[in-house]
């Protein structure tokens, strides 16, 4: 069975840093395409970053240059190393399979950019 499990978030002052993390288990990691997703109050989920398994990584243009995916196979461990945050980064953060989710949302990570 899929199991997602996000950690790592908080509150944030505005043009800080946080790295949030994703644990998977029931799965074989090394192949599958994983990704960050966030959920802001009142609007859809949407794909910020993704990696394949071999470490070749996107971004949504919102993400670009501040936002840092990354991976270990062996740990089968997601993360994303968040720079320069905004208020707009504020959101619930999951993570899944990209560049849709095929398995069961875990219970994500909320993250919160406030002075």
């Known amino acids: 069975q899929v199991q997602l499990v996000e950690s790592g978030g908080g509150l944030v002052q505005p043009g800080g840093s946080l790295r949030i993390s994703c644990a998977a288990s029931?799965?074989?990691?090394?192949?599958?395409?994983m990704g960050w997703y966030r959920q802001a109050p009142g609007k859809q989920r949407e794909l910020v970053a993704s990696?394949?398994?071999?470490?070749?990584?996107n971004y949504a243009d919102s993400v670009k240059g501040r936002f840092t995916i990354s991976r270990d196979n062996a740990k089968k461990m997601v993360y994303l190393q968040m720079n320069s945050l905004k208020h707009d980064d504020t959101a619930g953060y999951y993570c899944?399979?990209?560049?849709?989710?095929?398995?069961?949302w875990g219970q994500g990570t909320q993250v919160t950019v406030s002075s």
């Open positions: 899944g399979t990209a560049p849709s989710n095929l398995w069961r």
């Open positions: 029931g799965i074989i990691f090394g192949f599958t395409t």
């Open positions: 990696i394949t398994g071999r470490g070749s990584t």
